[in-house]
């Protein structure tokens, strides 16, 4: 579903963007989530980009977003769950991942974030995260995607348009479907180990792998 | 591109102005440009895309196209649309870096709003120099050795740009109003169109008649014609369309009481859609809606080194930088458009916002709002 459309709608008020998202998605986008961090270990370095609510309880953690607010949001659903130190929240784009140590990360994780970059900085982003991960640490990516199949792709686009209005009424952007995203995460160089689609194949949960060194 | 289609493009995207049309982001070769070639940035608005080309045509040069969201410069660069991460983003991710030796790139005026040089220059190593306000000044900018003329930096509100807002506003209210005509007025439904065409129309084209009388002075700063709350401007206006309605009536000799109180109603409502933030649609006016316009932008001399960053990106040529004494000030200061741009960007924070009230907004503050808000129109003091 067009979840990361009534995202955009909430973002623009982002202090209601937690109890709205829930109710929205009833719970679902929760459950995403949870699957999503569901292999992270303890202790773990774990990088979160468009962090907007963190997740992965035991590992260090950073949180990346471009917006200040949602920052906020994350920082102060962090203090609720009681996370300590371990959890810290930066002001940082995606291209500003250069500055990131090679190596450095166990998991990079993602989500609804891949569909809000540009062809440019997907392509970026996806380089720099193999760049950053250490051999055989992974990223875990649920984002919309854009169905293969075309009837789904046009029932996809049914629901979406109007969405897409309302979005633009209320925040005055627009959002997109990521394009190929599974063959754009291998031509990064990482190995895809499992692809999770939903039933109409317009949003999957991906987990892929830097490969181990030779 | 040739001229029809160029002209066909910008009707049909003045008509849809009022909606975002983004184009695809990243570099864009003008001519054959090599390693010296300048390299200009901007949003990416496909109005503006097409017309920027258009002005670098037979130019050797790369241009950058940033992400704003599908928003033109201005409207994107003080929304937060078009703001520091979009900026680094496509200097970082675009490839441009090996295309290039220098590391010079060239903003829109208008985006000083809303994209902060230093944060630029400190995580991606780019300088940035601030353009002219319009495309069409671009060539002489970069033949006269990247310097501007204090005409190449003030925006202007001529004919053909209060045409194209009254067209801009026309068309989606036209429409509106077309579909409820349809539904509980049918047989007037050309002649309501007629109406909201006619009134934007009039009251744009006439802008510098009654323009004149709104300078920003005093705390109300002058806009008790735009001010929705007082509607003179408003009032006016409906007065003439009532007193037309009853002469041409009269002369038409169907005078009728339920003629003028439909259409004297029904050019009430135009009117005050039309006007609800006549102001804002101006360029030459800070939003009427936002409380922003009753800030004053206040110099502390003490702090001032004379860097002229404030002339440089003030769209209204408030400021005058003595270069010998190395000091700012607002000779122009009345013309201030509240927009902020000189606040961001001033190296030593010399510049500050007070409000009606007499409370310091401080730059810091303008910072974190200017260049990255959403939905948030208003600063206070204390965030």
Redesign the interface.
């Known amino acids: 579903m067009s979840t990361y459309v009534l995202m955009k709608i909430l973002e623009s008020t982002a202090s209601r963007y937690d109890r709205g998202i829930r109710l929205l998605t009833l719970g679902r986008l929760d459950r995403a989530y949870e699957c999503l961090a569901s292999p992270i270990k303890k202790g773990q370095k774990v990088l979160d980009i468009g962090c907007g609510t963190a997740a992965a309880k035991g590992a260090t953690i950073k949180g990346i977003d471009v917006n200040p607010e949602m920052l906020e949001v994350a920082r102060r659903r962090a203090e609720a769950a009681s996370f300590g130190p371990e959890i810290e929240f930066v002001e940082m784009g995606v291209a500003e991942l250069g500055s990131e140590p090679p190596e450095s990360y166990d998991v990079v994780m993602s989500g609804l974030c891949f569909s809000e970059l540009t062809t440019d900085e997907l392509a970026y982003t996806l380089k720099e995260i193999n760049r950053i991960l250490k051999p055989g640490g992974l990223l875990l990516a649920a984002d919309e995607v854009r169905p293969g199949n075309p009837l789904k792709w046009i029932i996809h686009y049914l629901i979406r348009i109007p969405l897409v209005v309302i979005t633009y009424i209320i925040t005055q952007t627009t959002t997109q479907a990521v394009k190929d995203l599974p063959q754009k995460v291998r031509a990064a160089g990482l190995v895809i180990k499992s692809l999770n689609p939903n039933k109409l194949e317009d949003f999957i949960e991906l987990v892929a792998q830097k490969p181990e060194r030779k | 591109m040739n001229l029809l289609s160029y002209i066909i493009i910008n009707i049909v995207e003045t008509l849809l102005r009022m909606?975002?049309l983004?184009t695809?982001?990243?570099i864009i070769k003008m001519g054959h440009p090599g390693k010296d070639s300048p390299v200009l940035l901007t949003g990416n608005y496909h109005l503006t895309i097409t017309r920027v080309k258009r002005a670098l045509k037979g130019m050797d040069a790369y241009l950058l196209v940033a992400?704003s969201?599908?928003?033109n410069v201005w409207c994107a660069s003080a929304?937060g649309?078009f703001?520091n991460?979009g900026v680094?983003?496509?200097?970082?991710?675009?490839?441009i870096e090996k295309l290039v030796n220098h590391h010079n790139v060239i903003l829109p005026q208008l985006a000083a709003t809303g994209v902060e040089t230093r944060a630029i220059q400190s995580?991606t190593g780019w300088k940035v120099i601030w353009g002219p306000v319009y495309a069409r000044d671009i060539p002489e900018f970069l033949r006269n050795g990247l310097k501007k003329t204090p005409q190449m930096r003030e925006v202007s509100f001529p004919g053909t740009a209060r045409l194209e807002m009254a067209i801009a506003w026309a068309f989606p209210i036209s429409l509106i109003a077309v579909l409820i005509a349809l539904l509980f007025w049918r047989q007037s439904t050309p002649y309501l169109a007629a109406l909201v065409w006619g009134m934007a129309l009039l009251m744009f084209l006439a802008f510098p008649l009654y323009g004149r009388w709104l300078t920003a002075k005093g705390k109300r700063i002058g806009f008790v014609f735009f001010d929705f709350g007082r509607g003179g401007f408003q009032l006016i206006l409906w007065g003439t369309v009532l007193v037309g309605l009853i002469i041409y009536s009269l002369a038409a000799d169907q005078f009728s009481g339920g003629f003028i109180l439909r259409w004297g109603f029904a050019s009430l409502v135009v009117i005050i859609v039309l006007s609800m933030d006549l102001a804002g649609s101006t360029p030459v006016f800070h939003s009427s809606l936002s409380e922003d316009r009753l800030l004053k932008v206040y110099l502390d001399k003490t702090k001032c080194q004379g860097a002229s960053f404030c002339e440089q990106v003030c769209p209204q040529n408030c400021y005058q930088v003595n270069q010998e004494k190395h000091t700012a000030t607002m000779p122009r200061a009345e013309q201030c458009i509240r927009c902020g741009a000189c606040i961001v960007q001033c190296p030593f924070d010399a510049l500050y916002f007070k409000n009606p009230q007499g409370e310091v907004i401080p730059p810091e503050s303008i910072r974190?709002f200017k260049l990255?808000l959403?939905?948030?129109r208003l600063v206070k003091p204390g965030d």
């Open positions: 909606m975002p983004p695809r982001t990243g992400n969201r599908g928003i929304g649309h703001n991460h680094i983003s496509a200097l970082k991710t675009s490839g995580k974190k990255n959403l939905g948030k």
